[in-house]
């Protein structure tokens, strides 16, 4: 039997990370593992090579840390794991709700496979995504 795909959501607000992690146990298949920081984030990702990466722009540098809406730190997380010869293919998904012209250039320009609008998106039809993209992604 293969073991269950796993989801690295990587947010800070904890109401939305309690959200997921109700929802994914009982409505997917997947195994969510969760980090609220860059930091810890990144560390999830090395060690765990999860199926897919599902990253928040606007999160903490460390635990705990301070956020600021002006800066991006999802994206200084997103360029770490592109340069780690480990990492660096893993599938990741920008989950954010800030859509500008200039944000989505950058996430294509380092990679990220979606840009994903958290309010477009029901946890319901996030798995129904992460379904498509995973099985898409296997045949590749």
Known sequence: MSEQPTVLLIEDEKVLVDMYRQVFERY??????????????RDLAIKHLPDVVLLDLIIPEEANGDVSYQDRVGFDLLEEIRQHPKA????VFIFSNID????RMRSDQLGAAEYLLKAEYSPERLIKKLNTALKKNSRS
């Not at 997917?28 to 984030?41: C, E, I, M, Q, V």
């Open 28 to 41: 997917s298949k997947y195994n969510l593992l969760t980090a609220n920081d860059k930091t810890a984030g």
């Open 100 to 103: 500008t012209h200039e944000d």
């Open 88 to 91: 660096a293919k893993l599938l």
